[in-house]
Each structure stands twice: as structure tokens, then as C-alpha cells.
Nanobody
Framework: QVQLVESGGGSVQAGGSLRLACTAS????????MAWFRQAPGKEREFVAT????????YYADSVKGRFKISRDNVKKTAYLQMNSLKPEDTGVYFC????????????????WGQGTQVTVSS
């Protein structure tokens, strides 16, 4: 079983950047597909990005493609989400998630979740 803790959220003006981190404990980090989801106020949680276990194949939601980059460091047991050119519509709570073996975009495919970190982008 793996525990996930997000960090790096905060407030930034539109056009700015933030880097989120998701640090894992327990389990074998290199065995997990990692993903980021987000939930805006009053909306359902949505997929942002995912990355495979070892070779770094990644996939992004259309809304963040070209602006966000997901990466991972299996030695540090940490996944990252570099967010550039932030927009007010990127505001929300960002969650990292993990599953074993499923390169997926659906919430239901992810077994382990962090508590989330708030990102606020002002115009």
C-alpha cells in the first residue's frame, strides 16, 4: 500500500508557474502509474495528466497540453506536475493518484489518492 502527499500548491497570477510534487511512502513507487487530477469549485474531479512507471510515457488532458508537464523521479519516490502559463480556469484542488499497471484517465482506475493541494490562479 502506498501513501501519497502533495505539496507545492499556492496562489499565482495568470501566466505564472507552479510545480506540484507528490511524494510516496510505502509500496514500490516504480511499480505505480502516477496521475494528477483536479477539482474546481462546484465541479467534478477531472483528469489532468498521467505517466507510466518507468519509461515516462505520459498523457495529458487537452486543456493542459503544451502548458503542463508530468514527470517522476523513482529514486526520490516523487511525481511532479510542472504548470506553466497558468489560467484562472486552472484553479482547483490538485490530487495525485496511483495505480498498479493501468495507464488510465478515469478516477475509478486509481486506487491510491493524496489529500490534495490548492492551486489558485488570479486574473
Amino acid at each position: 500500500q502506498v501513501q501519497l502527499v502533495e505539496s507545492g500548491g499556492g496562489s499565482v497570477q495568470a501566466g505564472g508557474s507552479l510545480r506540484l510534487a507528490c511524494t510516496a511512502s510505502g509500496g514500490s513507487f516504480g511499480s505505480y502509474v502516477m496521475a494528477w487530477f483536479r477539482q474546481a469549485p462546484g465541479k467534478e474531479r477531472e483528469f489532468v495528466a498521467t505517466i507510466r512507471e518507468i519509461f515516462g510515457e505520459s498523457y495529458y488532458a487537452d486543456s493542459v497540453k503544451g502548458r503542463f508537464k508530468i514527470s517522476r523521479d523513482n529514486v526520490k519516490k516523487t511525481a511532479y506536475l510542472q504548470m506553466n502559463s497558468l489560467k484562472p480556469e486552472d484553479t482547483g484542488v490538485y490530487f495525485c493518484a496511483a495505480n498498479m499497471g493501468v495507464f488510465a484517465v478515469r478516477e475509478i482506475d486509481y486506487k491510491y489518492w493524496g489529500q490534495g493541494t490548492q492551486v489558485t490562479v488570479s486574473s
